[in-house]
């Protein structure tokens, strides 16, 4: 789950103005009415009790939250989503625990870097022992290929077994490289996936590269070094493996210091090669230097479940086609080691945006005719430990993707009252913008019509997953100027949730909850995706997006 700490800082734009048929609110009273404040916060209060432990991937507060959420979607009078048998899709995960040595070796000699001080590194090869010998470092720029912003960080050097330094982030033009929090970028104005972790891990498995190594750069990266050396101690967990989907033998990050170490000994300057990295004349750089690794890994096997329901649609030429609504169910679980409370509950994270998918998803049983395209809804497993849920279902989707109309994903809800505003976490991205804003404006409420935090968030949660299988998805969120509340009451809201709550065992149902915005967003999103059901044609992708439906 994304940090929304920042979100009142939005600012609003004239949003989007499409053309609008028949009010589709007219059909939905019914839907309207049976989402409540009161059924909200009962489904958070079981959700976030101390009961379900923190919603643990397998564990006993997932066998609560499955079956939980099973029967209520089997109340609702949905169907299961796994066709014909059940609403649970096992969802097979591996925990991995690595411990990494790496040297370098140069004209100077060989180095051994410090683990966790200098860099952290793990094998999600999943095997008991990984080595890298010899592997000369390339430096490819920001490692992006983007033909469709005329970006191309690789020129076709062939990088087969080589271990590859990347800078993070993407790039922006060379007045203001070191501003944080800078909208001068070279790609488009808001962030793109390229900048993102998983990206540049996965260009570097498609490249052939033995190992990946990141440049954490604490001027700019919104993860502080500590955060990621607690990270990668842990145990961490990923998708039992699957042949076609190899990664690196070793990822990893390296220190801004231990980079410009490695540059000295291979006789390079780091700040030209920074430089050079932002200009699309960039070319890779090979190293007078070499690193090898050596990784063991400690394996378990695990097996958690998504939670899947289907609302068949209506029209025999369209019932074939669905509408997916997401929100994760899981959370970080119990930390035995802590004193007093140990119990990570995530009531706003993720607890209230299950209810407001149990509550959209009721909304939509409750309708007197089913929409012309089916509705499935997900309850998603292990978004806190890599999205693990989502890109197992993309990965093995129950029905076709190529006839998935759109994804909404729910992640964290507003608990303190009606505003007067909604956003899109990934504005500019797909068509939905236009049926986000028609039907804010069914609400009247304003659809915020510009990128929150230049678009970092999109990137943070489960519908990127979506998104990469070629599906138009968006990510929703609450607004920030509330109903009768002086100014900044947002800011000081999720601003305290940010720094006192997420990810901390005080997220918790608190005495201020206000669930009435959060009933309000679900039935503003119930309203979205009953348009999308309806619609004669599928949403798309903007041209200006990095995402594309399957040829």
């Known amino acids: 789950m994304l940090l929304l700490a920042a979100l009142a800082a939005c600012a609003t734009q004239s949003p989007p103005q499409t053309t609008s048929g028949p009010d ?82 140069s004209k100077l000699g060989e180095r051994l870097l410090r683990f966790p001080e200098e860099y952290v590194a793990r094998s999600r090869r999943l095997r008991p022992v990984v080595t890298v010998e010899n ?53 488009r104005e808001t962030e793109t996936y390229y900048a993102t972790r998983s990206y540049k891990f996965e260009i570097a498995a498609k ?53 410009e170490r490695i540059c000295s000994d291979a006789g390079e300057d780091p700040a030209d090669l920074r430089q050079r990295a932002s200009a699309r004349e960039f070319r890779p750089r ?35 086609e669905h509408l997916i609504y997401s929100a994760h169910w899981d959370h970080l679980g119990r930390d035995v080691a802590l004193p007093g409370d140990q119990i990570f509950n995530g009531a706003i994270d993720n607890a209230a945006g299950v209810a407001q998918l149990l509550e959209i998803a009721e909304g939509f049983a409750s309708l007197e005719r089913a929409p012309r395209r089916s509705v499935l809804f997900i309850a998603t497993t292990g978004e806190e430990r890599g999205y693990l849920g989502a890109r197992y279902y993309t990965q ?39 049926v986000l804003d028609q039907a804010a404006k069914r609400q ?23 998104a990469k299988a070629g599906i138009p998805a968006v990510f929703p969120g609450p607004g920030s100027t509330y109903v009768g509340r002086p100014p900044g009451f947002g800011d000081e809201k999720w601003d305290d949730y940010g720094e006192n709550r997420y990810h901390r065992v005080s997220d ?36 200006n997006a990095e995402f594309r439906r399957p040829d």
């Open 135 to 187: 592997s000369t470092f390339v430096f490819v720029g920001f490692g992006i290929e983007a033909p469709q912003f005329g970006w191309d960080d690789f020129k076709g050097v062939d990088l087969q077994g080589k271990t590859l330094i990347m800078l993070e982030g993407e790039p922006r033009k060379p007045s203001t490289a070191a501003t944080p929090g800078s909208a001068d970028r070279l790609l």
């Open 207 to 259: 490249k052939g590269a033995a190992a990946v190594l990141l440049v954490h750069d604490e001027k700019l990266s919104a993860t502080p070094f500590e955060e990621l050396q607690k990270a990668y101690r842990r145990e961490s967990f990923e998708i039992a493996p699957r042949e076609e989907t190899e990664r690196p033998a070793v990822e990893g990050w390296i220190t801004r210091a231990a980079f």
């Open 24 to 105: 589709p609110s007219s059909s939905l009273e019914s839907a309207f009415a049976s989402v409540t404040p009161a059924e909200l916060l009962a489904h958070v209060t079981v959700l976030a009790s101390d009961e379900y432990e923190g919603r643990g991937i397998a564990t006993e507060g997932e066998r609560l939250t499955i079956d939980y959420l099973s029967a209520q979607f089997r109340s609702a009078g949905l169907r299961p989503g796994v066709p014909g048998r059940t609403f649970l899709q096992k969802v097979p995960i591996v925990g991995y625990s690595s411990t990494p040595e790496f040297s370098i070796a």
């Open 444 to 466: 009247k409420r304003t659809f915020v019509g510009e990128p929150f935090a230049e678009g970092v968030y999109y990137f943070l949660s489960d519908q990127v997953a979506f």
């Open 508 to 543: 918790e149902v608190g005495p201020d909850w206000d669930l009435s915005g959060a009933a309000e967003d679900a039935r503003w999103l119930l309203d979205v995706g009953y348009e999308v059901a309806q619609s004669d044609r599928m949403p798309t992708w903007n041209a």
């Open 286 to 320: 090979e190293f007078a230097a070499a690193a090898s690794f050596a990784v063991t890994t400690e394996l378990r096997t695990l097996e958690s479940h998504n939670v899947v329901a289907i609302l068949e649609g209506s029209d025999e030429s369209l019932k074939h």
């Open 396 to 434: 093995n989707p129950l029905y076709a993707l190529a006839h998935a109309a759109a994804a909404i994903n729910l992640d964290a809800g507003n608990v303190w009252g009606r505003t007067t505003d909604v956003n899109n976490m990934g504005y500019g991205l797909t068509s939905l913008d236009g």
